[in-house]
Structures are given as C-alpha cells and as structure tokens.
Nanobody, 115 residues
Framework: VQLVESGGGLVQPGGSLKLSCAAS????????TNWYRQAPGKERELVAS????????NYADSVKGRFTISRDIAKNTVYLRMNSLKPEDTAVYYC?????????WGQGTQVTVSS
C-alpha cells in the first residue's frame, strides 16, 4: 500500500501549485480521499476532502475559493490545485485515504510560500 505525494515546492505569495497523490496497492476507487497539512508547531488540519465517487467535496474555510480537490480514478490519483497561495499556507501537505477502518497516509510534500 502506497500513497506518494508530489508537486510541492517554493512559490511566491499569490502563486499556484498543483499537488498530486498517486495510490497503489489497494482499491483506490472505494476510498474517500483527503488532503491534510501540518505547519511547524501546529496540529495537522484537514484541508480538503473528496468522496469515493467524487460527487462530494469539502474544504477548510481557510482555503475555500482558492483550493480545488479532484481525482482521476483511472490513474489512481488525487490532486490538490492551490491558487492565490499565502504565506500561512506553508506546511507539509499529506494525502490520506480512508475506507471504514482502513486509513492510509502518504509521506508528505513540503509547500513553502515566501517571497
């Protein structure tokens, strides 16, 4: 079982990034998938969620209107498009997949928003 994130990096305020999370080793299509983030000294927080069928999405208030979560079942991949990035978006971003008691995490990808 693997979740592998990619796409993080350094970006200026107001810029954009697209994170990807490639899943393998399990039936990705039945899992709800989520993006979390954890900034230094803070607790991990839920940023965005998408249901297994892709019909329902939810966002933290802090990212609504700026971030978009999506998934490509054929590629076993979930994405997080991040626009209008702010310094407070700086964090390690983690991909998560949940199905009943099954709960998998990626290793995280660093996003740094700084001029």
């Amino acid at each position: 079982v693997q979740l592998v994130e990619s796409g993080g990096g350094l970006v200026q305020p107001g810029g954009s990034l697209k994170l990807s999370c490639a899943a393998s080793g399990f039936t990705f299509s039945v899992y709800d998938t989520n993006w979390y983030r954890q900034a230094p000294g803070k607790e991990r927080e839920l940023v965005a969620s998408i249901s297994s069928g892709g019909g329902r999405t939810n966002y933290a208030d802090s990212v609504k209107g700026r971030f978009t979560i999506s998934r490509d079942i054929a590629k076993n991949t979930v994405y997080l498009r991040m626009n209008s990035l702010k310094p407070e978006d700086t964090a390690v971003y983690y991909c998560n997949a949940k199905y009943f008691t099954y709960n998998y995490w990626g290793q995280g990808t660093q996003v740094t928003v700084s001029s």
